[in-house]
């Protein structure tokens, strides 16, 4: 067993069902609603899109590339678009797709269901805008990033191939340069993880690298939608720098109150990287963090849970939590760890 | 200060005006589409939500920051949670701008004060996606009303903004722009005292926010806006701050990008009546929220007679709207508040 492949996907999936009871929630909501910071499984309020769930049952922010991976082991390993909308299209017929899809993955999924008759204006934004077909509050939203570990997980180290393989598989519902960008820096920082000689500091300069390339990459596609919307690498700069340079204050409030972490990917991925710095990369400390800043709890904790479990591997995470997330969720996640490691 | 209060309304009209054509843009989407900067009024493409109008025409921003002011004056010049959804009503039966324009938060709050139940009233539903612009974008009448009196301008906007935004972040970028322009209307007002009433208005609104409305989450605004005047007080041309702004702060509906970033381009343009509007007009993303507000932070500040002679009377014709009347109205019912307040002292 690979621990570092089982430390991603159960980071992932920790990450998310932890935060699944926070989500929405600002920081003083948290603590009102629990006595105190979150640091374990807990069953969602009743005003939380994961309502009426239970303590360690994941959402989108983790059903998404567990199916999407399922699919890219089917293929060997080998990414496509289509393989990344019939993954989609799947993930669209489960019970987590009404209460948890997300406002790109919700409208994009709604077309392929219609086998893409509907048109392009009907598709497009509100009121018949045709200049985006992202949701207006968020134009580049961070689903792009909470499934992009898988093909990290794939590339074995290969960060280039990680951000190739992630342009192509992002373009499926992303199809903007900041979704691929940010999306880029999780694969990228996913794929370094698995080296055995690695450090954060390595692991966050290939994100940083990622999130650059992976922006370059989209705007030389042909059918890439140009949006306006914050840079995810100008972001990630000022995590890093917040992340450095609090030392007198606290880290995290800076960077819920700076960055943010609602669903604009140049929030949650910036936030998610300050985050794995501040606490140098430990896997719990890092969730616990995540699922404590607030607002979009499950993508910032499921991303810090993939990228510091993939680091300090599946021993990094609370004993039990394994067979937790199996029972809860009715999955096997180190089987789907050995189907990861023996596609390389 | 009527020379003030007639430049805080063309500039935020016609930030509005200019931003319409712009809207949802790249700055680079702008230059491609005009082949140049906009830096007038310009028909709107087909492809954005102001399609249809015409060189001119307002959107939602303005035109409901005039149906409010309009109302709070035929109202004697008081702010009551009743004049204002009555100014919202009125405003939301206009043919125009309404239907075409209202955003998320306030269309939502318009249903909910016209009697309309929402479902699944069992559930307490948290806040989320509501700290956004649409209250600062229409409470820059509020700081003229209340010109050099930050906190009544503060107290106002309060009462307006919880109207339809009932969140503490709202609140706080609404008293960040009403504080600001109260203060750019006074003889002494300059870019440094501008926006530090800005941050003032940030964190008092931020405070009464935390004790009278709803928590939500998100980023903060008054920490947006510090970053955002770093960036615009800080080194290169006002066209790179105006970059450097739009990719750090961004230039979106959230409470914390437009508001900050509007501050940020004022600050960028030494708070130069056009330039302020130019800047915001194309940064790309939601232009004209923001610069309705910049426009009406840097006309306040600058006066009317720092607009080209044609806004004024384009603007007027193309909404068929009384600015320069609203504007008298506006500088007589501020005269008797600063009397009456004097009368007070």
């Known amino acids: 067993m690979n621990q570092k492949v089982l430390g991603c996907i159960l980071g992932a999936a920790v990450g998310d069902a932890m935060g699944a009871a926070t989500e929405g929630r600002s920081l003083r909501q948290i603590e009102a609603e629990f006595g105190g910071r979150v640091e374990e499984f807990k069953a969602p309020p009743s005003d939380t899109p994961a309502r009426k769930r239970k303590a360690g049952q994941v959402t989108d922010a983790f059903s998404i590339p567990y199916i999407l991976t399922r699919h890219l082991i089917q293929a060997k390993g080998k990414p496509s678009r289509e393989l990344g909308k019939q993954a989609l299209l799947e993930w669209g017929g489960t019970e987590y797709f009404e209460p948890f899809a997300g406002m790109t993955t919700r409208s994009v999924i709604n077309r392929l269901k219609q086998e893409d008759n509907m048109s392009l204006w009907a598709f497009s934004g509100r009121l018949g805008n045709k200049l985006y077909k992202g949701h207006y509050y968020a134009l580049s939203s961070n689903g792009a990033a909470t499934k992009a570990y898988p093909e990290g997980l794939v590339s074995h180290g290969d960060v280039d191939k990680a951000i190739s393989d992630t342009v192509e598989l992002t373009m499926c519902s992303h199809d903007d340069p900041y979704s691929i960008s940010g999306a880029c820096a999780v694969s990228a920082a996913v794929s370094e993880a698995l080296k055995d000689n690695t450090s954060i500091f390595e692991i966050i300069q290939k994100a940083i690298y990622g999130s650059i390339k992976g922006e370059s990459l989209a705007r030389e596609q042909s059918n890439i939608w140009i949006y306006p919307g914050p840079s995810v690498t100008k972001r990630i700069e000022m995590a890093v720098e917040i992340a450095l340079h609090s030392g007198s204050g606290d880290v995290i409030t800076e960077l819920r109150e700076r960055i943010g972490s609602g669903p604009a990917i140049a929030e949650t991925v910036p936030s998610a990287l300050g985050i794995l710095i501040a606490n140098q990369g430990k896997t719990m400390e890092s969730i616990y963090d995540a699922v404590n800043i607030g607002d979009e709890t499950s993508a910032v904790a499921s991303i810090v849970g993939a990228i510091a479990g993939t680091y300090y591997g599946a021993d990094s995470i609370t004993e039990g939590y394994l067979d937790i997330i199996n029972r809860e969720n009715n999955i096997n996640l180190q089987e789907q760890a050995k189907q990861i490691a023996a596609l390389w | ?345």
């Not at chain 2, 009544?152 to 919880?162: L, R, Y």
């Not at chain 2, 609140?171 to 504080?179: E, F, L, N, P, T």
């Not at chain 2, 928590?215 to 960036?231: F, L, N, Q, T, W």
């Not at chain 2, 006309?299 to 080209?308: E, F, H, I, M, S």
Request: net charge negative.
């Open chain 2, 1 to 345: 200060m009527y020379q003030n209060i007639l430049g805080g309304l063309i500039g935020a009209a016609a930030g509005d005006a200019m931003g319409a054509a712009t809207e949802a843009r790249t700055t680079e989407q702008i230059l491609e589409y005009f082949g140049h900067e906009v830096t007038d009024f310009e028909t709107p493409p087909k492809d954005t939500f102001g399609a249809g109008n015409v060189p001119g025409q307002l959107t939602d921003d303005f035109s409901s920051a005039y149906f409010v002011a309009r109302h709070i004056v035929d109202n004697g010049g008081k702010v009551t949670e009743e004049v204002v959804q009555e100014a919202l009503i009125d405003w939301s039966e206009h043919e125009v701008f309404f239907d075409r324009f209202a955003g998320p938060t306030t269309r939502l709050a318009i249903r909910g004060f016209q009697g309309e139940t929402k479902e699944d009233s069992k559930e307490i539903k948290l806040a989320v996606r509501q700290a956004t612009n649409g209250a600062a974008m229409k409470i820059s009448p509020i700081g003229l009303l209340n010109g050099g009196n930050l906190d009544q301008a503060i107290q106002d906007a309060v009462t307006v903004t919880m109207v339809t935004h009932d969140n503490y972040l709202a609140i706080s970028g609404a008293c960040a722009v009403a504080a600001a322009v109260s203060r750019a209307t006074m003889l002494d007002a300059d870019i440094y005292n501008v926006l530090q009433a800005g941050l003032y208005g940030a964190k008092e609104g931020e405070q009464i926010g935390r004790d009278i409305a709803k928590d939500v989450a998100g980023p903060s605004v008054v920490k947006r806006m510090e970053m955002a005047i770093d960036i615009g007080l800080g080194k290169g041309t006002p066209r790179e701050k105006m970059a450097e702004i739009g990719h750090r702060i961004g230039a979106g509906l959230h409470v914390a990008e437009a508001i900050p970033s509007a501050f940020g381009l004022f600050a960028a343009n030494d708070g130069d009546a056009m330039g302020s509007i130019i800047g915001a007009v194309n940064i790309g993303y939601d232009t004209d929220t923001i610069a309705t507000m910049s426009g009406a932070l840097a006309g306040t500040l600058k006066g009317a007679n720092a607009y080209p002679a044609h806004f004024l009377s384009v603007l007027e014709k193309a909404n068929y709207l009384e600015i320069e009347r609203l504007a008298k109205d506006l500088a007589k019912a501020a005269e008797e508040r600063l009397q009456t307040r004097k009368g007070e002292k």
